[in-house]
Nanobody, 124 residues
Framework: QVNLVESGGGLVQAGDSLRLSCAASGRTFDSYEMGWFRQAPEKEREFVAAINWRGHITTYADSVEDRFTISRDNAKNTVYLEMTSLKVEDTAIYYC?????????????????WGQGTQVTVSS
């Protein structure tokens, strides 16, 4: 079992920056692929970013490319999502996810483990 706890969400204004953190426990963190998803009201869960277990490979959704950066610190059992140039449409609950295989968006199956989410609200 892998337990994931997100933090760092909040209310910001458009153009601001925010860093989300995901603390993992329960299993060996550095052996898992990690990712971030988000879900806004009335929308489906959306893939945001992913990073492989070694931290060498990252992928991003087109909507956040060049604005968001995913990273991980295996010594701290933590994955981060640095968000810059935030837009109102970035408003959502952001979820951390982990899996033994690469984390991807649809049509890939959802990751095995999920956090409870942290709310990010961007105002205009």
């Amino acid at each position: 079992q892998v337990n994931l706890v997100e933090s760092g969400g909040g209310l910001v204004q458009a153009g601001d920056s925010l860093r989300l953190s995901c603390a993992a426990s329960g299993r060996t963190f550095d052996s898992y692929e990690m990712g971030w998803f988000r879900q806004a009201p009335e929308k489906e869960r959306e893939f945001v970013a992913a990073i492989n277990w070694r931290g060498h490979i990252t992928t991003y959704a087109d909507s956040v490319e060049d604005r968001f950066t995913i990273s991980r610190d295996n010594a701290k059992n933590t994955v981060y999502l640095e968000m810059t140039s935030l837009k109102v449409e970035d408003t959502a609950i952001y979820y951390c996810a982990a899996d033994r295989t690469p984390v991807r968006g649809p049509p890939a199956p959802p990751p095995e483990y999920w956090g409870q989410g942290t709310q990010v609200t961007v105002s205009s």
